[in-house]
């Protein structure tokens, strides 16, 4: 993922990332609420996320209140398909952030009770040493980190997808060349140095856990939902409360082999992990003495089993629900009740987490995932690959942007509060012009009737699962203002929700029965954002009380570990609060007006593929 919640309560909306330069700065936020010394007794749980652009810290304490949060940046660097970064890097922008947390917290290291990581699904490449090995053309030592969103292996998952492997069935019929087998086989094509120097490659959220422990286990969350690993292959054998370190027993060797990775197996798969553990699990010793030093923290903490960025966004607000939802559901079995509910984490890519009692195949969406996310439960798992970043190029590549910047900055508010701001008025304008002309219709969405998005500008990830899509823009004209700007911003907002509904649309048609939706991610504190996607998919949506859900996802993650609680559940039901519900407009004009657009977004990929076929033709015997 993801980069779930790389937006910060100061940028309020967008955070560009540093651009191959590090940063020094960090930041550190105090809660809204009253902090009493209260507050600061009994245990207090450390969750660290690393986000696309920063690693961020939080500490909470037993009631799942927020006591103090940091930030730090963090170096990437991008070259075409090709984005990079530095674990080194990494660690360091962690112990920064760790150490102002507990600052911000008024607490001191020695007090921190556990310590959970969650962490973009990127892949991390070191040496026997456990040294950086570089993954980059360039053969920048420092570059030993294959973003999430990196898209240099098109070709390798097209290769593999060819193979029609069982295990492609688990996650939603073929790879993403976001996942890291086709990295791997990447890697291995072109840096045949670096392939061989690799002793470890590890998703980066169980780096960071083996960096912290030297606990070499691997969560089932990464390595089923990114490696291929078929996590049901446990099932049987064990479950969440007596979880041990349990023996690999899930790769399928024979797919490895045909992709032309099979050096991997050898050695009982020790560079792709020889034991995998639930999440939440307890591991080594906790923090070793050089980990917690660095840290500031003790030696001996226990440190859980990671998650995925967007996944600890699952298990941070998952159990967020208000009364006068969870009233419809008094009837029904508690475990089944949390089945109706879809997550939707939103940052730099959005991810749609779901989880089920029993497996369900959906075509297109990743899945389903045994005990990748809530132990015991199945998981199905929709995204959009580009949502924050998207924002990010709309509104850098448009000719009103350095003045609507400019602007903003003189307000000291973001430039999405502005634009908000200016579709408000364009709004007014509209209804008095309506009302002049009897034209147009009296809500905001109706200001982009001529404009339309399709946002795959980073390829489909679901449930369409083609890399190859491309978004559209359909409707622009020669206008460069800024309220131009504030339609294609509103216009975005809308292709990004309408892509929601097409999700949860197409894993409704294939057994689950979704009907709540929760919220977390950066994205969620835009209003707009939140209305619109709760307008167009005609559900409400429920926002977590604390603002920071992926970070307390990872803190959940090291309260199981401390044995604070049994289960990964029960730390969600003790932890997790709701917060505001944002309800969908009533009015049947809008959702007739969405309808209408909805068949317009679907059509565009439709021709999308009928030009694409006509341009293959056309080339065919050139």
């Given amino acids: 993922m993801s980069g779930a919640n790389r937006l910060t309560d100061r940028t309020a909306f967008i955070d560009p ?33 690393v986000g696309t652009a920063s690693a961020r810290a939080a500490i909470f304490n ?8 940091a930030t730090s940046p963090i170096q990437i660097w991008k070259d075409g398909d090709c984005v990079e970064q530095s674990s080194t890097d990494i660690w360091h922008a962690i112990c920064t952030a ?36 570089t993954v980059s053309s360039t053969h920048d030592s420092r570059r030993n980190v294959i973003v999430w969103m990196d898209h240099r292996a098109v070709k390798q998952s097209e290769k593999i997808n060819l193979s029609k492997s069982p295990v492609l069935e688990y996650c939603g019929g073929s790879v993403s060349p976001e996942m890291q087998t086709p990295k791997l086989l990447w890697v291995k094509e072109n840096l045949r140095e670096s392939w061989s120097m690799t002793f470890r490659w590890m998703d980066l959220s169980d780096w960071l856990s083996y960096r912290a422990t030297g606990d070499d286990t691997r969560s089932l969350c990464t390595t089923v939902c990114k490696w291929t690993y078929l996590g049901h292959a446990h099932m049987q054998q064990i479950n969440e409360i007596d979880s041990r370190d349990m023996e690999a027993l899930g790769w399928d060797d024979d797919f490895w082999e045909e992709i032309g990775l099979g050096d991997l197996v050898d050695s009982h798969h ?57 009233e419809h559901e008094s009837a029904e079995d508690d475990e089944e009740a949390i089945c109706h509910r879809m997550v939707l984490v939103c940052g730099t890519s959005n991810c749609h987490m779901a989880i089920s009692k029993t497996k369900l195949f959906i075509p297109g969406v990743w899945g389903p995932f045994w005990s990748a996310m809530v132990p015991e439960y199945w998981l199905t798992e929709g995204g959009q690959s580009a949502s924050g970043a998207l924002f990010d190029y709309i509104l850098e590549g448009h000719v009103a942007s350095q003045g609507l910047a400019n602007r903003a900055a003189a307000r000291s508010i973001s430039v999405y509060e502005l634009l908000n701001e200016i579709l ?28 339309h998005v399709l946002p795959d500008f980073h390829g489909n990830r679901s449930p369409i699962a083609d890399p190859l899509s491309k978004g559209v823009i359909y409707g622009l004209t020669i206008d460069t203002s800024e309220k131009q700007l504030a339609l294609l911003y509103l216009a975005t907002i809308q292709g990004l929700a309408y ?88 009015d049947p004009k809008v959702r007739k007006y969405h309808d209408t657009k909805y068949r317009i977004f679907r059509d565009l990929y439709e021709q999308q593929l009928s030009q694409r076929a006509m341009i293959k033709e056309a080339l065919s015997d050139v």
């Avoid at 020790?270 to 080594?284: D, E, M, N």
């Fill in 424 to 451: 408000e008025k364009m709004l007014m304008n509209e209804i008095l012009e309506s009302m002049k002309q009897e034209i147009g219709s009296p809500f905001l969405a109706a200001l982009t009737k001529d404009i």
């Fill in 270 to 326: 020790s560079k792709i992990g020889r034991s995998v553990a639930f999440p939440g699990h307890a591991l080594g010793c906790g923090l070793t003495p050089n980990a917690a030093k660095e840290l500031g923290l003790l030696a001996g903490t226990p440190v859980g089993t990671s998650l995925i960025d967007a996944h600890a966004g699952g298990v941070g607000v998952m159990e967020s629900v208000p009364a006068e939802i969870t």
């Fill in 17 to 49: 990332p540093n651009q191959g330069h590090l940063s020094s700065a960090v930041e550190m936020t105090t809660p809204n609420y009253p902090i009493t010394p209260r507050s600061r007794t009994g245990p207090m749980f450390l969750g660290v996320d």
């Fill in 499 to 586: 892509g929601t509904r097409h999700i949860v649309e197409h894993c409704n048609e294939k057994g689950h029965k979704i009907d709540t939706l929760l919220a977390c991610g950066g994205l969620t504190k835009n209003p707009l954002f939140i209305q619109e996607h709760a307008d167009i998919t005609g559900y409400p949506i429920t926002l977590p009380r604390e603002n920071e859900a992926v970070l307390l996802g990872a803190a959940i993650l090291g309260a199981v570990a401390s044995k604070k609680y049994s289960t990964v559940r029960e730390a969600m039901k003790a932890l997790n609060a709701p917060g505001r519900v944002v309800y969908p407009s009533h």
């Fill in 98 to 133: 760790v150490r102002s947390a507990c600052s911000v917290a008024q607490i001191k290291g020695e007090q921190v009770t556990s310590l959970g990581f969650a962490a973009t699904c990127s892949l991390v490449a070191i040496d026997s040493d456990g040294e950086p090995v």
């Fill in 62 to 69: 037993n009631n799942g209140r927020l006591l103090g949060f």
